[in-house]
Every structure is written in C-alpha cells, then in structure tokens.
C-alpha cells in the first residue's frame, strides 16, 4: 500500500505529496524535482535542422555558389519578363571535363526551380531531408534532370518533388566534344522515402507532366526503389529513344516489403522500340 508525506520544494516554493520512498525535504530533493522538469523539455524541444551543404562546380541563378547554405535554401529563378527565366539551380559543369558537383541536403530544406544535375555529379538528400523543384510561377517546363555518372540518393525519410524526372537523359559532347559517360543512378531508400513527380496544372509537352523517364536517348538509366520506399508519376517510361542511334536503356527494381512504384496514368516499358527492364522482387 502506497504511503505519502509532505516534503517542501525550495526550488518552488511550495509542500509537495510525494512517496514515502522520496527523498526527505530539504534542497537536494528540490534539486530533483528541478532536473525531470528540464529533462522534460529538453525532450520536446524540436531538434534543429542541418544546413545544406555544397560542393564542386554549383550554380544557383546563374551565380557560383560555395560553402554551407542556410536552411533553408530557397534557390529560385529571377524572371526577366512573363516567359523568360534564368536557371535555378545547376550541380556540376558541362565544360571541359564535365566536372561533377555536390549537393547534400541533411535534414534541411532547399526549395528551387528548375534543376540540372550535370554529368559525374552527386545529390543526397538525407535525415529526412526535403527538397522542392517545380515549375515557376509562369509554369515553366522545369524537372530534375539526372546525368550520366551522376547519382541521386534519397534516404531515411527523405522526401524529393518534382514537376518531372529523368534518369539517364542522354547528352551530346559539350564544346570541346567531349560527353559524359556512365549510368544515371536515382536511389530512393527506407520506409518514409520518397520521389514524387507532381503534374503541373497547366503542363507544356512532356516537361512539367508528372511523368518520369529512366533511361533516354543514348543514355543509360538505373533506379532502385528498397526497403518500404516510394516513387509516383504520371506515366513512367523505361527505355525510350528519339532516334535510332540514340537508343535508351532502363533498368528499375522495386525491393523490399512496403516498397512501391505508383504510375497513375501509364507505365511504358521499351518506348520507340527500345528495350527497357523492370523487376519487382
């Protein structure tokens, strides 16, 4: 049978029924009292979020970026007129080389129109980290390009939106006749992980549709979708190609329980007569 006493708490000023098993009255059980109270709070108290973290060739509305951005990020582009915008956001450089960037969204936010991730360059968006690319305010066709050798890597609870995607796109040689070489890698990981593609409400073409395209026009595509993630589109395309010596190639996996790839209009496997592949383990 419990038994309680009356102890007085200095730290506030007042009697407290307590346990008889409680320490007796005096400043070290106030001191007690005091410490579960900010121990308390300390626990509710919302964890703060990472900056963002930048690297190698960047370009965010047409001005090189370096260093660490505040969270969060709002990389938007600086219209000119009702039609004419300026790139939002660029990782990586086409010139020589094709000199890759880096982008590493940790448990921050970056909100941008238009992205390109260029050849050899890396994004990794984690920690539940957010990440916002649509179309501007005059709808614009914007999406996520992803280039070859790059990688995009959403993680633990990381959420990515976009107007539309592309994994693998294919891309000429740049002015010194140079093209970038390798496989485009979209990786979305964990349960709460995500890619989703919104359709714009006034879409132009193919652009801003919702749709998502791995492997096009030369280039080669891989997505992985593990461990309870999700990606949704309009229509999704595995393999597409515009012309008979630019053949795509796309490879993607849905693995794992919970694991889900939406397509809520079409999903096209080897378009243009191109070979595409999907597996589903």
């Known amino acids: 049978m419990n038994r309680y006493k ?7 000023g007042v009697w407290q029924a307590v346990s008889e098993l409680a320490r007796a009255h005096g400043k070290s059980g106030g001191a007690v009292l005091c410490s579960a109270a900010l121990v308390a709070l300390t626990t509710l108290s919302a964890p703060a979020l990472a900056d963002t973290t930048i690297g190698g060739s960047f370009q965010a509305g047409n001005q090189d970026v370096a260093g660490t951005q505040a969270n969060p990020w709002y ?11 300026l790139t939002g956001l660029v990782i990586g450089d086409s010139n020589g080389p094709w000199h890759g960037g880096t982008l590493v969204i940790k448990g921050s936010r970056v909100y941008s129109v238009g992205a390109y991730i260029m050849g050899n360059s890396t994004v990794t968006v984690d920690a539940g980290g957010v990440w916002v690319n649509q179309t501007n305010a005059f709808d614009a066709p914007y999406e996520i390009n992803l280039g070859a050798g790059s990688t995009l890597s959403i993680l ?7 107007s539309r995607g592309s994994v693998g796109p294919g891309e000429g040689a ?5 093209a970038p070489t390798g496989q485009a890698i979209a990786i979305v990981d964990g349960a709460g992980s995500s890619w989703t593609m919104e359709k ?12 998502l395209t791995v492997g096009q026009a030369g280039g080669t595509g891989i997505l992985k979708i593990t461990h309870g993630a999700h990606v949704s589109n309009t229509i999704g395309t595995v393999g597409e190609t515009s012309t008979a010596n630019a053949l795509g190639l796309g490879v993607v996996t849905v693995d794992g329980a919970g694991s889900t790839w939406t ?5 096209i496997i080897g378009a243009s007569s191109v070979g595409g592949d999907i597996g589903d383990r």
Not at 200 to 211: D, L, V
Not at 263 to 267: F, I, T, V
């Open 6 to 12: 009356t102890v007085f708490n200095r730290s506030l």
């Open 75 to 85: 990389v938007l582009d600086h219209a000119t007129d009702g039609t004419t915008t």
């Open 156 to 162: 633990n609870g990381s959420s990515v939106t976009s």
């Open 174 to 178: 740049n002015s010194d006749g140079i």
């Open 200 to 211: 714009s409400s006034n879409p132009i073409g193919w652009a801003n549709n919702g749709s």
């Open 263 to 267: 397509n809520s209009e079409q999903l």
